[in-house]
Nanobody
C-alpha cells in the first residue's frame, strides 16, 4: 500500500526552525517529483517547494526562498524540509505529495492536481 507520512511539525516561536520529514512506504521515490504544500485556515493549499529526481533540481515559492531547504534521500525513501527563520505566516498544515516524472525538473507553479499521492499533513504553528 502506497503511503506518505509527514512528521516534525509543532509549535515554534518566530525566528525559530523546524525540520519536516516525509517518509514513503509501499513504493520507491525513484523518478518521482516530491512537493511540499501548506494550507492555512481559510486559504487555498499552496505549493512551498519541490524536488525532482532529475539531478535533484529544486524550486521554492518566493515567500520561503532563502529560508526553506528541501532535500531527498531515495535510499531512505524520505524527503525533508528544513525551515529556518519561521514567520507567523508560515503557520499551516504541511503536506508532502508526489507525482511520477522521470527525467523532468519540477516547479512550484505546478498545481496540486498534478500530484497523485498525498500524506495526511503535519501542523506547523509559528507564534510567540
Amino acid at each position: 500500500q502506497l503511503q506518505l507520512v509527514e512528521s516534525g511539525g509543532g509549535l515554534v516561536q518566530p525566528g525559530g526552525s523546524l525540520r519536516l520529514s516525509c517518509a514513503a512506504s509501499g513504493f520507491t521515490l525513484d523518478n518521482y517529483v516530491i512537493g511540499w504544500f501548506r494550507q492555512a485556515p481559510g486559504k487555498e493549499r499552496e505549493g512551498v517547494s519541490c524536488i525532482s529526481d532529475h539531478y535533484y533540481n529544486t524550486d521554492y515559492a518566493d515567500s520561503v526562498r532563502g529560508r526553506f531547504t528541501i532535500s531527498r534521500d531515495n535510499a531512505k525513501k524520505t524527503v525533508d524540509l528544513q525551515m529556518n527563520n519561521l514567520k507567523p505566516e508560515d503557520t499551516g498544515v504541511y503536506y508532502c505529495a508526489v507525482y511520477w516524472a522521470p527525467n523532468q525538473d519540477c516547479t512550484v507553479v505546478v498545481g496540486k492536481r498534478r500530484y497523485s499521492y498525498w500524506g495526511q499533513g503535519t501542523q506547523v504553528t509559528v507564534s510567540s
